[in-house]
């Protein structure tokens, strides 16, 4: 498990939970792994009570099974949560394509293009593990969102997305698709010539990818997927 620094002012609680996440998306907790509450504990320095309490909130969203008397397993991927949460997302940031284009500023604008020009760079053989695609991947929509004025919906999007994002890790991996890349090159277009139209339907078709994607998903990982 990957473990990172404590942040400025986080409870215990929280930055067991934003670990813990940040393991199951990055599948270094793979689906259908049995976790140990004190080995958890022990890894991130703290007591059991903040990784009780982290998991717990964990199975509200479905991604943890408390099991009693046996401990909590990493659920295994339910296309059916995949789905809603895929829904969920398109139907707020297609929503929020309106208020971008009117908003971004031209230091937006240049903002969300640096970012693809890194993720283009994510696809270079030298550059290979000095950039991360999915996170600058989810910063591109977490600024769509800021620039909307909308960072408290995209913060309330984050517990449910838990099951898209899993999927998203291993179509990175399996997949090898870099058309994410030019699909946010022409939403950037879109936004740059105010086409809001333009820029919904690219969205819609940029978070459809991962139906596209499920045949080979369940080819390679079928240990991975609730059946």
Known sequence: MRIEERQYAETARDYALRILKDNIVAMELEPGAMVSENELAAQ?????????????????????????QRGSRIALIDYALVEEARFARQVLEVAILEQVCEQATADDLSRLRRNVRFQELTQEPNMAG??????????????????????????????????????????????????????????CDAIAMKDVQRARDVMRKHLSRVKVDEEAIRKACPQYIRD
């Open 130 to 187: 000095s950039l991360s695609l999915m996170e600058l991947d989810d910063d591109f929509h977490r600024m769509l969102f800021h620039i909307a004025q909308k960072d408290n919906i995209c913060q309330m999007l984050s517990g449910m997305t838990i099951h898209f994002d899993r999927v998203r890790t291993l179509a990175l991996n399996i997949v090898r698709d870099s058309k994410i890349i030019s699909d946010h090159r022409e939403i």
């Open 44 to 68: 991130m320095g703290l007591s059991r009570t903040p990784v009780r309490e982290a998991l717990m909130d964990l199975a509200k969203f479905h991604i943890v099974e408390v099991l009693p």
